[in-house]
């Protein structure tokens, strides 16, 4: 059980600790990788979200941890997360916190395929990419409960917050927040993997 969460930098202070222990363990490097990717998103949602340009900066000294393998990394983790549910975190950034558990865990059972699989979306739907004061069409190419993939003409950096707005043929829109997972160039333009913090219509 987690001692309960003080403030954000309470938290980064103790993803650190998991980050550099899980290294030391010699835990699969995908799980590494992807637990220092969530502790980088992290920031930028609760940047996004508080307006501050780099919550917890100076960072914070790690708390130790000490970890045996990929499904103790797991386990800390989601107590963690719970920790930040019970604490006064915004509930936008421990649900991003609970859907990286989810991922964790898949990572820790071995699967090489995605969380979620993707899905064609339905033609007419036209997506709008707003970032800063710039709005940009973009064209959607797959969906998941996690995240978008699109197609545009405007390279994004990754790990930035980007507005995606989704318009259905009749009109109604939604509109997600999202961190930009991956920016790969194309023949024309670039495909952005998208992974979605919160969604509203």
């Not at 309960?4 to 290294?23: E, P, T």
């Not at 006064?88 to 071995?110: E, K, W």
Request: net charge negative.
């Amino acid at each position: 059980m987690q001692d309960q969460i003080q403030d954000f930098r309470d938290l980064l202070s103790r993803m650190d600790g998991l980050v550099n222990a899980a290294w030391n363990a010699e835990i699969d490097p995908r799980m590494c990788r992807q637990l220092a990717a969530v502790r980088q998103r992290a920031v930028r949602i609760q940047g996004h979200l508080t307006g501050e340009a780099n919550p917890g900066f100076p960072a914070p000294t790690p708390k130790p941890a000490a970890l045996g393998d990929g499904e103790e990394l797991v386990e800390r983790f989601n107590a963690l997360v719970e920790a930040a549910r019970a604490s006064d975190l915004s509930t936008t950034l421990t649900h991003y916190l609970h859907n990286a558990g989810l991922r964790l865990t898949f990572l820790a059972r071995g699967n090489q395929q995605r969380l979620a699989s993707r899905q064609v979306p339905d033609p007419g739907r036209t997506a709008y990419l707003q970032q800063d004061d710039t709005s940009t069409h973009a064209t959607l190419v797959d969906t998941s409960p996690f995240g978008l993939g699109v197609e545009t003409d405007t390279a994004l950096t990754p790990d930035s917050v980007v507005r995606v707005v989704v318009v259905e043929p009749d009109g109604r829109s939604r509109t997600y927040e999202c961190l930009v997972a991956h920016c790969r160039p194309l023949d024309s333009g670039y495909h952005l993997g998208l992974e979605i913090f919160t969604s509203k219509l």
